[in-house]
């Protein structure tokens, strides 16, 4: 199994200032990682495929680097609507999530 | 709009069974690989299951084999999960969810349905 360890596991990060959220795989996963956004009572919610390609409606202020083994989601000028717990995903050998990241108000 | 639907969660006891019902609409159902994902209270998401476009291939996890079975009705644009001989461990709340392409990411999810396992 593919083990992803997400860091940290909980960010304070000020409103209008920028996040990076690290994502670190067992194994390559070559450029099959995803990324989630999930807000309490609700469903994750697909904010980055293949690595670095924006889901539809996802605003350019996310995105997502990396390759193989360690991968980085970046959030810049942070909005009120973006704290929230971030997962990673790969599906390369079949799927397997991180533990989240909680990205705080500081 | 793009839509899926859960239902069919409840209290089960230990050793029992329960099926669980996604209701999709707003996109080609017939063209979609659909997944069914977990989510433990308080916890992070577990892969539970896929089912390709024609419900021919079917996968998976260890966790659930052999007790978890995934099927589609593709006339009435439904996915469905049959779980037997739960466990206190299968509690959590059931995401379906349909796949962006072929084995890619999981881009539509439905609001979930609750599963509890308790004597």
């Known amino acids: 199994e593919v083990v992803m360890t997400q860091s940290p596991a909980t960010l304070a990060v000020s409103p209008g200032e920028s996040a990076t959220l690290s994502c670190r795989a067992s194994?390559?996963?070559?450029?099959?990682l995803a990324w989630y956004q999930q807000k309490p009572g609700h469903p994750p919610r697909l904010l980055i495929y293949?690595?670095?390609t924006r889901a539809t409606g996802i605003p350019a202020r996310f995105s997502g680097s990396g390759s193989g083994t360690e991968f980085t989601l970046t959030i810049s000028s942070l909005q009120s609507e973006d704290f929230a717990v971030y997962f990673c995903q790969q599906y390369e050998i079949w799927y397997t999530f991180g533990q989240g990241t909680k990205l705080e108000i500081k | 709009q793009v839509q899926l639907v859960e239902s069919g969660g409840g209290l089960v006891q230990p050793g029992g069974s329960l099926r669980l019902s996604c209701a999709a609409s707003g996109f080609t159902f017939t063209s979609s690989g659909m997944h069914w994902v977990r989510q433990a209270p308080g916890k992070g998401l577990e892969w539970v299951t896929l089912?390709?476009?024609?419900?021919?291939?079917?996968f998976y996890a260890d966790s659930v084999k052999g007790r978890f079975t995934i099927s589609r009705d593709n006339s009435k644009n439904t996915l469905y999960l049959q779980l037997n001989s739960l466990r206190v461990e299968d509690t959590a709340v059931y995401y379906c969810?349909?796949?962006?392409?072929?084995?890619?990411?999981?881009?539509?999810w439905g609001q979930g349905t609750m599963v509890t396992v308790s004597s």
């Open positions: 089912i390709s476009h024609d419900g021919i291939t079917k």
């Open positions: 969810a349909r796949e962006l392409g072929s084995r890619e990411a999981l881009d539509i």
């Open positions: 293949g690595t670095s």
């Open positions: 194994q390559s996963v070559g450029s099959r």
